[in-house]
């Protein structure tokens, strides 16, 4: 399963982004999507996280802020972004937690990230 993140760009403080992650592949389920940042010297971190029953929770900076969904037709999850702020300034990841149904009738557990997406906010 590939994941495509997307909506990635640069806005000033205050501002407002989407970003949208697509996973590809078939005889797939998917569980846990997942939003993760990571900036220069520092660790990567969960931002936040949704189930396949659309629970959700947040890292704590961004409480408030930032509201993560999904569309499971289209096996996407998105992050918007509100109310940016210097510090918000990272690469952004998501991840996923599914299974694949193979051919022989079983279904194999996986975890894929996608490539990233540069979010840049200027003060």
């Known amino acids: 399963v590939q994941l495509q993140a997307s909506g990635g760009g640069l806005v000033q403080a205050g501002g407002s982004l989407r970003l949208a992650c697509a996973a590809s592949g078939s005889r797939v389920r998917l569980n846990d999507m997942e939003w993760h940042r990571q900036s220069p010297g520092r660790s990567r971190e969960r931002v936040a996280v949704?189930?396949?029953?659309?629970?959700?929770n947040y890292a704590d900076p961004v409480k408030g802020r930032f509201t993560i969904s999904r569309d499971n037709a289209k096996n996407t999850v998105y992050l918007q972004m509100d109310s940016l702020k210097p510090e918000d300034t990272a690469v952004y990841y998501c991840?996923?937690?599914?299974?694949?149904?193979?051919?022989?009738?079983?279904?194999?557990?996986?975890?894929?990230w996608g490539k990233g997406t540069l979010v840049t906010v200027s003060s």
């Open positions: 949704i189930t396949n029953a659309g629970g959700t």
């Open positions: 991840a996923v937690d599914g299974w694949t149904l193979e051919y022989d009738g079983n279904w194999s557990a996986w975890r894929s």
